[in-house]
């Protein structure tokens, strides 16, 4: 049987050191991959640029913090309640699978958003069996999809491998609101390792218990979430997939895309906002700029039991390969203000920004204060927690607050899942008058989430290319690893010195050179076009005679003289591509 593109480029990419196995001399364990010599530079160049847009030309700021992450912060996240998966194990080989994907690849059922006596219902209304021994299945359970591990000796703390990078964003809220000096809105962007010990990884590089998160945390005002800089892409047309027309029976599944402006779909209301919008089309540009095929990109929008509980809308960037089918690469979320809220009912530490007005203002207000003679006995240890949430009212709620307290003579606030009930003499109420200078807002957190092992596996299949007598990788010259091989046509006069230096001087001007001299010719430049160096340059006799080299461009194969004084700066020009 003729191998598929997903083997032919993992063999591609083992052979001559992009991807490789982890831990292979000891047997290798699924959901792990180490990035070989040019998986690496790859990789680096995606990242870079991601970087370039999003922090050079967005203007946002990148941290970086641990990957070991203690028990509190994912507590307060939810992540320790609710980050798990239906997992579901063979009473015969004992061999776990995740339950869902296993039913949706038994029979043709949509498992989105169903419980775990559901995905049961389904096991034996279709007599889902074990894929490895035909076995029968057991219980469908919950599975915590995190590492767990242990701080300092003795097991006292409990830490956990980060799940996403995000949270190492929102627990330093208060300093990053400090360092953009309290403006809204602001972009916060981490690169980094995310774990996830996912339930029976078979897809290779696309499902990975290790990978790399290029998140963006980007804080806006609550009822600001248009984009200053929208008009600049308003014209973008995208192709988007809504959930309406996801659901829509009568749509055959190639009419449910549309193509549509990202202006027209904000006006529509098929993106909720701007802001989002704005992101789904900076995402199809980063795309295509580091040299995804157009036409394997799509926008699908999540369905409405699909969202994670935190999110208002939820856009994924689908990348289509010939093996996995279309497959999301980028999750791009509106997160409200879930996860500052959380954290701050969690650790008791306020956390709010003071946005300042235009011009000063006079308003009527309330101070409320909790009356800690009576409610430090009640409350005991959640007492931080209800004073942080009093504390970040806004004046809208602190209106709502005090409405409710002098009808009903108390309130019920709810912390994080936990509900409160504030009776009138727990609290002291003043109206007072008050100039304000700004107001108390916990912004809301749009979060372009990119998954960077995805994008380059993808980024490697839309290269790939056969022709009779050669495959070579169609990688932009800016995105390849290695960018020029440099080769003596013989091994003989003075050729491989003068390569050698050529080779030297591409390296000493930053542009990344291998020599070689083994082989014939013919052979060298497959080699070349094999891992996709866009630039073989040849020192032939006549460099001998007049200095100048052949520059072979990889795709078309064509040759040009260059004279080696302005090698350099031709590359330079030609690798902004
Ligand atoms: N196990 C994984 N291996 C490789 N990349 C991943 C993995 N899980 C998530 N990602 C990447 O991180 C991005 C953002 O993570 P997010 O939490 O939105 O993924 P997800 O919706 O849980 O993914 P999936 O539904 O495929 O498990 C994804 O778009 C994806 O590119």
């Known amino acids: 049987m003729e191998k598929d593109v997903y083997e032919k480029i993992m063999d591609l990419a083992r052979r001559r050191g992009y991807l490789w196995s982890s831990f292979e001399i000891y047997g290798g364990i699924a959901g792990f991959v180490d990035y070989g010599p040019l998986g690496c530079l790859l990789k680096n160049n995606i990242i870079s640029k991601f970087r370039e847009q999003y922090i050079v030309k967005e203007g946002f700021y990148e941290i970086e913090s641990p990957t070991v992450t203690p028990y509190e912060v994912l507590k307060a996240s939810g992540h320790v309640d609710n980050f798990t998966d239906p997992i579901v194990e063979c009473k015969n080989c004992l061999e776990s699978f995740r339950a869902d994907h296993l039913i949706e690849e038994f029979v043709d059922v949509d498992t989105e958003g169903k419980t775990l006596k559901e995905l049961d219902e389904l096991i034996k209304k279709y007599n889902v069996r074990c894929p490895k021994c035909g076995g029968e299945l057991g219980e469908v359970k919950k599975f915590n999809l995190m590492f767990v ?161 935190y999110a208002i809308d939820c856009w994924d960037a689908e990348i289509y390969t010939e093996r996995f089918g279309w497959i999301e690469c980028v999750g791009i979320a509106d997160r409200t203000d879930y996860d500052l809220r959380s954290h701050s009912a969690h650790s008791g530490v306020e956390l709010s920004i003071f946005v300042e007005l235009d011009e000063e203002r006079e308003i009527e207000t309330y101070e409320i204060n909790l009356n800690y003679k009576v409610v430090g006995k009640i409350f005991k240890k959640d007492t931080k927690a209800i004073e942080a949430y009093i504390n970040n009212l806004s004046e809208k709620e602190k209106e709502e607050f005090v409405k409710n307290i002098e009808n009903n003579g108390k309130v019920i606030i709810n912390i994080d899942g936990k509900e409160f009930e504030i009776l009138k003499d727990y609290v002291e109420i003043k109206k007072v008058k008050k100039v304000i200078k700004g107001e108390k807002v916990i912004p809301h ?33 800016s995105i390849a690893p290695i960018k020029a091989y440099v080769l003596p046509l013989v091994n003989k006069d003075d050729m491989p010195k003068i390569a050698k230096e050529i080779n030297q001087m591409l390296r000493e001007s930053s542009i990344i050179a291998e020599y070689d001299d083994s082989g014939a010719i013919g052979r060298r ?11 073989c340059i040849t020192v032939d006799g006549q460099t001998l005679k007049d200095k100048t080299v052949t520059v072979r461009e990889r795709n078309t194969r064509e040759q040009i003289r260059v004279k080696i004084d302005e090698l350099v700066d031709y590359l330079k020009e030609k690798l902004k591509e």
């Open 445 to 477: 957190v749009i979060e372009p989430s990119y998954g960077i092992d995805r994008i380059t596996y993808c980024l490697l299949e839309h290269s790939y290319r056969e022709e009779e007598d050669r495959v070579y990788l169609d990688l932009k010259p």
């Open 525 to 535: 430049y497959m080699r070349a076009d094999e891992i996709g160096v866009p630039f």
């Open 149 to 309: 591990t242990s701080i300092g000796p003795g097991g006292k703390r409990t830490g956990y491998m980060r799940p996403e990078t995000a949270q190492g964003i929102f627990i330093q809220f208060r300093r990053l609101a400090q360092f953009f000096r309290n403006k809204l809105p602001f972009g916060v962007v981490q690169i980094g390792k995310s774990y996830r010990n996912e339930i029976s990884p078979r897809q290779g590089v696309i499902r990975l218990r290790e990978f790399t998160q290029a998140e963006i945390e980007y804080f806006v005002h609550p009822e600001k979430k248009e984009h200053e800089k929208f008009d600049l892409v308003k014209d973008e047309v995208v192709p988007l997939l809504p959930a309406e027309r996801q659901m829509d029976e009568n749509l055959k599944e190639d009419e449910k895309v549309i193509k549509i402006s990202i202006g027209e779909a904000v006006e529509k209301g098929i993106i909720r906002h701007q802001t989002i919008a704005y992101f789904i089309a900076l995402t199809k540009r980063f795309l295509e700029a580091i040299g995804i095929d157009k036409d394997k990109i799509r926008f699908r929008q999540h369905l409405p039991n699909e969202m994670a509980h």
